[in-house]
């Protein structure tokens, strides 16, 4: 079987999308080839049945609205030349996250007889998703609050996580008292909430470290002003850390050196870093319901309340190593029964070998 993805961007360094490359890895042992076609373009090592194409991104610095525009039609003209010239390297288009390619390849794909699998996991959509989600043949998704959910097509998939990447490291010294986030910093990922909880453990007299990685897209660079102006006091005593952002390489080192990663997105999110994390044994605190099967309530807390989000780590913090060593092992084997990448790539190659409707 031969296939083509269509991504946002091949680079192992990727803080946020690194993981893709292990993703292709594990596909590449199950398939004759693949093409991938993604925007943009970084570092990658992988086989060779696998070929990288990109639309150019990376080659564009200028940021010139009358550029922008000659930028974006060069997308297009790459996009529609890789997808009629590769042709014949490919019988299934797997489309991750970005449903404007599917709107714009499906009818050339309809005509050629490709089957198309769409992947899709947030929980907002609109008229264009669902025009995507009609042109699909499958739609696949791993929260059970996906926009994507509930449908005919509809297929709901393991998260993917390389548990063999994604594992404990007794080499490194995880210290008791520590806190950590990883992810965006931005206004949806909820990191005041977090910061106001530590400033609240702080008046208590509560020992903890909270280290934050993650950088601000352009647009979110008043909200991480607003971030570092509210915790300089915790600053200043040792007990909060920006660290900036990391390629996803190195997260799970950072995984490891941790008690728990406090994870705030909105409800029906699923975010991976929750399961990478709980793949090194390090304890998740969740607010997202998404989460309700595979987090037992004593991790969970309510969404936006950074009281309960304190009661809930001083809970985790005053765990004796017993029921730590328990629940890290409860965990992990979660993750590594019901989302490992592996497990995965299996669903996803019978989703592609799936007879047309």
Known sequence: MKLLIITQKVDRNDAVLGFFHRWLLEFAKNFEKITVICLKRGEYSLPPNIKVLSLGKESYKLQVTSYKFIQRFKYLFNFYKYICRERKNYDTV????????????GLVWKILGKRIVFWYNHTCGNFLTKTAMFISDVVCHTSPFAYTAGTKKSRRMPAGIDTEFF????????????IMYIGR??????????????????????DFVLDIYGAAAAKDSGYFERLKGISVVLQKKGKLFF?????NEQTPAIFNAYLVSVNLTPKGNYD??????????????????????L?????????????????KIKFTLSLPETLLVKYRNQFRQEIVQNHNLVLLASRLISVFKEQKS
Do not use: W
């Open 167 to 178: 594992k404990p490291d007794e080499k490194i010294n995880r210290q008791p008292k520590s």
């Open 243 to 247: 660290r900036g952002a990391v390629p």
């Open 272 to 293: 991976k870093t929750v399961l990478e994390g709980m793949a090194c044994g390090t304890l998740p605190l969740v607010s997202s319901p998404a989460f309700d099967n």
């Open 185 to 206: 910093i931005a206004p949806l990922k909820k990191v005041d909430v977090l910061i106001g909880a530590a400033r609240i453990l702080d008046e208590e007299g509560v």
């Open 295 to 311: 987090i037992p309530p004593a991790f969970r807390f309510e969404e936006n309340d950074n009281r309960d989000l304190v009661k």
């Open 94 to 105: 797997f489309v991750h996250m970005n449903q404007e390619y599917v709107l714009l390849g």
